[in-house]
């Protein structure tokens, strides 16, 4: 609480804690008549509400009162959006890649159905895997001599709200391959409605915490799971804290007389 | 095999209880009665027959759930374990962890490329460079620039990384031997990474959470009289770690206390997904530095030391083998280094500051603020919008794994094209490590729960994140 302008730093300081305290009770008190009449009488209401940026009267959120990006320079506009690759095309043009594809389509019939595209991007290859078909392509890519994936590196889960599927919670798995030394990325995707999935502890026990993990911070359900509880969060936690429509939290910060946002209602650029 | 502890919240085979459970002889509820076994007479507690609360029969009546931690001197930090045992003999162990986690992967998501660097340094606080190189790594292959990088700023990378690897397994020593009561190997451990920790201090600033590799190289370049320091360091160690071997190698409580204790063969790590040196103890030589090459290991002459013997004993040879290895390495290291820049070229991703050593410490380089201020106008534009906003990363994900001296350490970095990371997931060797633990100690001594513990070599800032 930062005292107002023009209060003499002097020894009334003490002073100035009672009378302080006394006037925000009396704001308290009358503050809420003061909002009904106001809202009513002269359409204050109205113009806080009608605002799109959720700037208020007399507050200043950016540099230049301006919101969205906060870029004021104009230039900001001028960044061409980069696109996601969608899918790519056979034959990949990267030699591990098109090893992996080649030996999948020989041993997993099913492939075209398991398989929704994929994507090879810096030298990485990703299945977008239907979760009806993860259980066998898990299986045979384990399983089979031309394939050994062995070593289930790492599972996550990622929230893209804006999926255009609509599908927003992705797990994505990294398998390596020890005997060939290749890495290979599975992604399946689901939508908050209906968020499971099949769990692959049967096939790598050791998803097992990483998938618990991703059902913690992301609510996505492994099922067939032997255990599917938190992992990081205290069991009785509400809510899943990585999607991104969770608040990161935080208070402001008072600094030398200024006030710093809390890191979620800071400027983003992006 | 039952991998972890992913049970239902624990449920006793206690029924039940109301306190009304009647005394069988008839007596008063609040009179001690007495059964006549084998071992002899057998008094029971007042107010209830214990045999009818627990409603166990007799195979379980000295079975005890026993909770250590999550504040217990040999936890290696907040890890908490539920053991079941009877008698002194393990027969259930369940993980729970979680005390330590402070959010740092949704944190990321919320400050520029560059500023992730400060998060994640935190996260496996004994290997802080690794966590910083591993995420720069990927953040470099989503620019597409991981060969742009500076020839000098990968050396640095890998000597810093390695002398970390020392310090790492030095801690590992010192905290192993201090569970096991061997405080000699804990005084000699703490001494000699307070060596490499002064010399890590010298060259970033920092005895830990470094913030020295940046996306696009390093922070700054190595100080004067580093060369020198760490060559010192170079001859001293070796010494070193003979005094280990002359002190524990041979030693018989050690050896009792490891041999054959806590055995987990490679078929069970790679199940469980276990790297680093608790694989490579079970026989497997499987280092990323050697397998899947980056930072240029693939030039380095180095061996990977294993051993076939898979239980905790092994497991120390193998990490008093790996400090030896990584000195070759860091000499290696000093050899090649070669005047040069330290980040990338492109002003467009490289960090403007430049840093000096002033009156009150390190910080701007005021002979850097007088020629952006006073001369160069689009310097200084450059300078505020790299700070404040960042760099733009393409959209995208990456998967980069690094040999931590945990295991494998693997970033899944996302963009979505904007100044901030949409995504950082940590697979951090710890996490997935402690998984092992029910099948390194189950069917074991409560005993040596603590060295299975500390032969994973867990850092619970890393499993937690």
Redesign the interface.
């Given at each position: 609480m930062t005292p107002p302008d023009g209060t003499p730093p002097d020894g009334k300081a003490p002073a100035g804690t009672p009378s302080e305290g006394t006037s925000s009770a009396g704001r308290g008190a009358n503050g809420g008549t003061f909002d009904e009449h106001g809202s009513a009488a002269n359409g204050v209401g109205e113009l806080v509400g009608g605002d799109g940026n959720g700037l208020r009267p007399g507050r200043r959120h950016d540099a230049f009162g301006a919101g969205g990006s906060g870029d004021t320079s104009g230039f900001g506009r001028l960044?061409a959006?980069?696109?996601?690759?969608a899918a790519s095309e056979r034959p990949f043009g990267d030699p591990d890649a098109d090893a992996v594809y080649d030996a999948l389509e020989r041993v997993f019939p099913q492939l075209g159905d398991a398989v929704e595209r994929a994507v090879v991007?810096?030298g990485?290859l990703?299945l977008h895997v239907r979760r009806e078909g993860l259980p066998a392509l898990a299986q045979t890519l384990r399983d089979d001599p031309g394939l050994r994936f062995?070593?289930?590196?790492?599972l996550?889960g990622?929230?893209y709200p804006d999926d255009a599927t609509g599908r927003r919670l992705h797990s994505?798995v990294?398998l390596?391959s020890?005997t060939y030394?290749r890495?290979l990325?599975l992604e399946v995707s689901v939508a908050d409605a209906d968020p499971t999935l099949p769990s692959l502890t049967s096939v790598?026990?050791?998803a097992?915490?990483?998938e618990?993990e991703a059902y913690d911070l992301f609510g996505i359900v492994y099922t067939g799971?032997?255990?599917?509880?938190?992992?990081?969060?205290?069991?009785d936690w509400i809510g899943h804290?990585?999607r991104k429509d969770y608040p990161?939290g935080g208070i402001p910060v008072d600094y030398k007389g200024a006030t710093v946002p809390p890191?979620?209602e800071?400027r983003?650029?992006? | 095999m039952t991998p972890s502890s992913t049970s239902t919240p624990h449920t006793s085979t206690a029924q039940p209880t109301d306190g009304t459970a009647q005394p069988t002889d008839g007596s008063s509820a609040y009179e001690a009665g007495f059964t006549e076994s084998a071992s002899g007479r057998v008094y029971t507690v007042t107010g209830g027959d214990w045999e009818e609360i627990l409603g166990a029969g007799e195979q379980d009546a000295e079975r005890i759930v026993v909770n250590m931690g999550p504040q217990h001197p040999s936890t290696h930090g907040v890890l908490r374990i539920v053991l079941e045992i009877e008698g002194e003999t393990v027969t259930e162990t369940r993980l729970v962890i979680g005390y330590l986690h402070t959010g740092i992967e949704k944190s990321c998501e919320y400050r520029t490329w560059t500023q992730a660097v400060t998060f994640l340094t935190r996260a496996d606080y004994l290997s802080p460079l690794y966590n910083e190189a591993a995420y720069c790594l990927s953040v470099e292959k989503l620019l597409g620039i991981t060969d742009d990088i500076p020839e000098r700023a990968t050396v640095i990378r890998v000597l810093v990384m390695e002398l970390q690897r020392i310090a790492s397994h030095l801690v590992w020593l010192a905290t192993g031997g201090m569970e096991l009561g061997a405080t000699t190997a804990m005084i000699f451990g703490f001494r000699e990474r307070e060596k490499v920790l002064d010399l890590l201090e010298l060259i970033t600033g920092l005895r830990m959470n470094h913030a020295f590799i940046r996306p696009g190289g390093l922070a700054q370049d190595l100080p004067d009289g580093a060369e020198r320091a760490i060559r010192e360091f170079l001859a001293d160690m070796p010494k070193r770690i003979r005094e280990y071997h002359r002190l524990l190698t041979g030693q018989p409580i050690w050896k009792a206390r490891m041999v054959d204790v806590n055995v987990l063969d490679a078929a069970g790590c790679i199940a469980l997904g276990v790297t680093g040196p608790v694989l490579r103890a079970a026989g497997l030589a499987w280092d990323l530095r050697k397998t899947m090459p980056y930072c240029g290991y693939e030039t380095y002459e180095f061996d990977v030391p294993t051993a076939l013997e898979a239980d905790s004993f092994a497991r120390y040879l193998v990490r008093l083998e790996e400090m030896g290895e990584s000195l070759k390495i860091v000499e290696q290291c000093l050899d090649r280094l070669r005047p040069g820049p330290v980040m990338v070229a492109d002003k467009k991703i490289a960090w403007p500051a430049q840093l000096s050593i002033g009156a009150d410490g390190m910080g701007n380089s005021l002979a850097y603020i007088r020629s952006i201020m006073g001369t160069s106008m689009e310097a200084l534009i450059h300078h505020f919008k790299l700070v404040t906003e960042g760099f733009r990363v393409p959209p995208g994900q990456v998967y980069t794994q690094i040999e931590s001296p945990r295991g494998e350490l693997g970033y899944h970095v996302v963009s979505d094209g904007g100044t901030r990371p949409f995504r950082v997931h940590v697979r951090d060797p710890s996490f997935v490590n402690l998984q092992a633990v029910p099948a390194l100690t189950e069917g074991g001594q409560v005993a040596d729960v603590i060295v299975g513990v500390a032969s994973v070599d867990p850092v619970l800032g890393g499993v937690d994140r």
């Open positions: 960044v959006p980069a696109p996601v690759l991007d810096r990485e990703t062995e070593l289930l590196s790492s996550s990622v929230d994505v990294h390596t020890m030394r890495r990325r790598w026990p050791t097992d915490w990483h618990r799971h032997p255990g599917l509880t938190r992992i990081m969060m205290p069991d804290p990585q990161l890191p979620d800071r983003s650029y992006s | -």
